[in-house]
């Protein structure tokens, strides 16, 4: 046994599942919210990068001066797209909201290539010292930065629901539409709001991934890992977002361990949690905290 | 459907009512079809043909994918993955096995269809959201298999495959291979739309219009749901093997999501649950490109093509017009082409009254 790498490994884990599960938040987000199921997170991510990347190279901006511009394109880009897209398919079946959302993320994908090319490009350094030590182990800075964005994003959203208005208004829509309008609360608004919160959040994911790693394409998989994390999660449970991702940054990491170590399979860390993901649907179909629907004629 | 047969078009036996072909001109209209395809290859050139050979080979895939989703009401994001399974599946039959490639295609079905019970058997229990998340579990489960079982694909480096032969008769050109699609798109069709016929077809609609009243019918869910996932595997994996025996070539990377994006994007642009419509999606599908090719090419060595780069990022532009014409369908035509032509074609038989 390896134990330090193991260590590394789950560290690394823990890291990389609290992206995943600040992604799935913002899913579940949209989930919960309009009844969406978003196969465009990923791109989120993955637009919200190249703009601000964009924003720091070519207008050599300060970086919090990029990011803050960043999150104010996303919040606009995130409401337009609820507006102009998923607003006329209310009442269409799931089928065809699934459709528009892939079609999006096909989209933006494409136009992502189109205009920034197809290699990963890097960010300009923000931090001065790059490594520190942290129990004997050498742990990058910027990945302290994104485990501490990530909680803090996680500490914004539970007092976003539990305190704020918006948020309030937010769980009385997605508790039930009705009631909620008939309270005076405007239900188009808190759609298109949850939209653009959970773009704004998949983008500040996506921009420290991107500083850890570089601007690519490959951001726009965050999208797909984020289904086994809902899964794990339950679609409509916003802590169960948050252990799911870190199950599923776990697992995925402890697989390429063992696949290292024993299996030599290859390609285990990319396709475990798809396994997981197919295991939990057949024990328990609507995930660890998701509502069991019960249905009556 | 009812809103668009025109006053006076009435039926007086069951007969009529299930009768695929209902009038003389659509008869005619297909004898004809079916000649002029079959005159084909002395009038079209070779690229033309193999448009065509796609088409047919989109079509059939097409088909089964709407039978799942357009019938039964089931997502699934999977379907090139079972593709792939049968172009392996039929190359690996006559490589390891011996067995003639004219049988090889349909037990390449049989071998999807099995896989997809498989994978359909999860599928018995979920619905909707859960479903389309299984079904993208199962095309990357899927992918990776086909990078791993070097036995079964050859690994990286993809599998050659033998051209389709019977007797002593070699298809191994678009004017004889386009006969074999021919073929299989008139066979599969007319299967669907007898199927669509039957006690099992009508079972299948009424699982997707409400399936709690068909429980009540006494229709099994799980038994319909997991039997439509095995039919759309067997159109999948007759595509597949075609496919593969037409381009004498398998490559692993081939089967991607953004293929199986483009089968749903046939179905939704086709028209959900018709089997016409199938056809017309694949064949938009396969045209939308050449249509962004030959754009790009009218603005080559403009001031546009050098400002936007247009030439070197064609496959970019390609994939970006595949998305916006899902969005722009779901917006503006969601029930697709099928129901634009059925519109088209009572406008002129009511023509120059409307009503």
Redesign the interface.
Known sequence: MDWTLLLQLTLNGLIVGALYGVVAMSFVLIYKASQV?NFAQGEFLLVGAWVCWWMLTEWQLPFWMGFLFTLAFMTIFGMVLQVM?LR??IG?????V???T??????????M??IFGVFAKPFPPIFTTEQVSLLGLQVQTVYLMSLGISILIMAGFAWFFTVSKHGLAMRATAFDQQVAQSLGISVPKVFAMSWAISAVVSAVAGVVVGVVNGVSSALSFYG?KV??AV?VGG?DSVVGAVLGGLIVGLLENWAQYLDAGWLN???MY??AP??A??LI??VK??GLFGTRNI?R? | MSATTPSGDFRTSYREDMTIFPTRNSRIALWAGLALLLASPLLLGRYELGLLINIGIMGIAALGLNIL?GFT?Q?S?GHAAFFGFGAFASAWLHEGWHIPVAFCIPLAGLMTALVGLVFGA?AA??K???L???T???Q??LE?FF??AQWFTGGVAGRITEPFALGGWVADREETYLYVVVAYVVVMFLGAANLMRTRDGRALVAVRDHY??AE?MGINLAYYRTLSFGIASFYAGIGGALYAHYLLFVSVEAFN??FS?QF??MV?IGG?GSIMGSLMGAAFMVLLPEVVQAGADLLAGGAIDRAL?LGA?IS?????A??????LF??FE?DGLAHRWRLIKAYWKLYPYSH
């Open positions: 199921v897209v006329p398919l269409e079946p799931v089928i065809s699934i459709m528009a892939i079609g999006l993320g096909i989209f933006f994908q494409a136009l290539k189109w797909i289904f086994p899964i679609l399979w290859g390609n990319t396709v798809f396994y993901l197919i649907l057949l179909p609507y249905e004629v | 989703v009401g997502i994001i999860p229990r979920l909707g959201l859960y389309a998340i299984a993208l579990a199962a990357f489960i990776d990078a791993r709690l009243s009540v999501i953004l994006i749903l994007g939704i959900l780069k990022s970019f532009l390609r994939e970006m595949v998305g916006a014409a899902i969005i779901l917006l969601p």
